[in-house]
């Protein structure tokens, strides 16, 4: 009998997939290996997610959700200074990363991206049967000038980038505009923790998008919900590429309640922010190679102690970072900024590792 699969595409039966970080379901372990957010979510968003155990709230989960968010849209162009039709939400950015890949790769096109950055862009462009090209950041973490891919039909540029938590000027972005003859998607999963973003982008009128997600800032990396901001006859357009009902009522409305608490979000980064400076400098202490770091992580590296042995060793200690490896360069580590505690704990175990 043949098996069903042998009907597959060969491109996805041969692909590898995007492999997320280790999510371990039981023990003591401290998780910094996928940057998610070490505080619980604005307190507004769980009083939104704690209304549907209410007859009105299982009345609102019998329906369909809006499929368009018309109250998130709002709730965010206020926040952020642009206007309900620039928004598109999606589950996740990852959703709208796809959503975008959707509507501007054709069959055989070119998807472009700097290196090393985030691995799904490459997942993305084999699932739309795409090429996926790369061009290496510069020594000190900048783009290129001139920029030799100009033709893709789409390039992602990850602002902060992962793994390195660096971040490129808005210049140096508008120079990249002027040289690409495609869409440049600015993905900005990490931009709440950083000193600005690419908004002003989109005001001017160039051809941006900029994505952002729920994961990381606002601490909702488990309820999946993400938005984009671009030209409004874009969105009209990448509507009619998502999927019908792409976010539920639940993550909606919770998106909407973090959003509108602007005061929660400072205060979060405030705390972020803070520790990611202590761990830097004590990373430095201990010997490691840290580069400056615009996200809610770090990117090290040790000079005498590889990174694998100090994955493997912290793992066994029960704690995950992420292992990284982006050839040529040799692997690194990517480490959460967590709580207090929990870098205490983290650097306690890497001053015996290295020490």
Not at 32 to 44: F, G, H, M, R, V
């Amino acid at each position: 009998m043949t098996s069903i699969c042998s009907y597959l595409r060969p491109d996805i039966a041969s692909m590898a997939g995007y492999t997320p970080g280790e999510q371990p379901k039981v023990g003591e372990i401290l998780k910094l290996n996928t940057n998610e957010n070490p505080y619980p979510p604005s307190p507004a968003a769980l009083e939104a997610i704690g209304s549907f155990a209410t007859p009105r709230g299982a009345e609102l989960l019998r329906r369909y959700p809006d499929p368009v968010g018309v109250d998130f849209c709002k709730a965010a162009a206020g926040a952020l200074g642009v206007r309900p039709e620039n928004i598109i939400i999606g589950n996740g950015s990852d959703d709208i990363l796809t959503i975008l890949t959707r509507a501007f790769v054709p069959q055989g096109g070119t998807i472009v991206s700097p290196t090393p950055s985030y691995l799904l862009y490459e997942t993305l462009a084999r699932l739309q049967g795409a090429r996926f090209v790369t061009v290496p950041f510069t020594d000190n973490w900048q783009l290129p000038d001139p920029w030799p891919q100009r033709g893709a039909s789409i390039t992602f540029l990850p602002n902060p980038n992962s793994p390195s938590g660096t971040v490129l000027s808005l210049d140096s972005i508008r120079r990249l505009t002027e040289q690409l003859n495609g869409p440049l998607i600015i993905d900005e999963a990490y931009a709440d923790f950083a000193d600005g973003n690419a908004l002003e982008l989109v005001r001017e009128g160039l051809p941006v998008v900029v994505t952002r997600t729920f994961s990381k800032g606002y601490g909702l990396a488990g309820l999946r919900f993400g938005f984009a901001v671009a030209d409004p006859t874009l969105i009209s357009h990448l509507v009619k590429v998502k999927d019908s009902y792409n976010c539920d009522t639940i993550s909606l409305a919770a998106a909407t309640a973090a959003i509108s608490d602007q005061h929660w979000l400072l205060e979060n980064r405030r705390l972020v922010l803070a520790t990611r400076a202590r761990l830097a400098n004590e990373l430095a202490n201990l010997g490691f190679e840290v580069t400056p770091s615009h996200a809610n992580f770090v990117w090290c590296r040790h000079p005498s102690h590889p990174a694998p042995p100090l994955y493997t060793a912290l793992k066994n200690e029960g704690i995950l970072v992420r292992l990284m490896h982006y050839p040529p360069h040799a692997p690194g580590l990517r480490i959460t900024v967590g709580t207090e505690a929990g870098t205490s704990r983290l650097l306690a175990a890497l001053a015996r590792l290295v020490g």
